[in-house]
């Protein structure tokens, strides 16, 4: 029986690495998904009484805190366990460095002020305030659809690692920097 001739080098496994990639993967997955079900659920409904604006105001606020921030604090969490494995050679790429600028310009402020809109909506809706309940939820199906679009592009580096004209490093660069850790 012919045996497999490793005539490349690697050797089996990849440590850890497929064991917090996968996870990362499925966790993107769920928060992207809870996103574009709130995005749905937003511009889909068209509550016009009190009760219908509670339910969808409950609805999403389900959504938000059973799988959206659970979700975000494991793409978190994963996302620097991945880090922390090749810090180096992440932080030398242009793919990674335009992604972390893009997730810290664009995730924080929408954060703030969806959760402000949301909560201005819960109390509008407590003073029975119509109007400025539909005016809160607009403001707030806006942010939902701004953030779809951010994790849309965040997505699209992370899967594509375009070389934003950064030039790959030669098989001589690669051994001189391997020397000189080394």
């Not at 009484?49 to 975000?72: D, H, K, M, N, Y």
């Not at 335009?98 to 995730?107: R, S």
């Amino acid at each position: 029986m012919p045996t497999h001739i490793n005539k490349h080098g690697r050797r089996p496994g990849r440590g850890l690495r497929p064991w917090v990639l996968i996870p990362k993967i499925l966790t993107v997955g769920a928060l992207f998904g809870g996103f574009l079900a709130a995005a749905v659920i937003l511009h889909s409904n068209n509550p016009q009484t009190l009760e219908q604006w509670r339910s969808q105001i409950q609805t999403i606020g389900f959504l938000f805190t059973r799988l959206i921030v659970p979700a975000v604090l494991l793409v978190i969490l994963f996302g620097i366990l991945l880090f922390l494995m090749h810090w180096r050679a992440f932080l030398s790429m242009r793919w990674f460095q335009v992604k972390c600028v893009l997730l810290l310009i664009a995730l924080p402020p929408l954060h703030l002020s969806g959760r402000w809109l949301i909560g201005q909506a819960r109390l509008a809706l407590e003073a029975g305030d119509l109007t400025r309940v539909a005016e809160l939820m607009a403001n707030f199906t806006l942010a939902v659809d701004l953030t779809v679009l951010v994790l849309i592009v965040v997505i699209a580096i992370g899967r594509h690692k375009p070389r934003l004209d950064q030039r790959p490093k030669t098989v001589a660069q690669q051994r001189a920097a391997s020397q000189s850790e080394g």
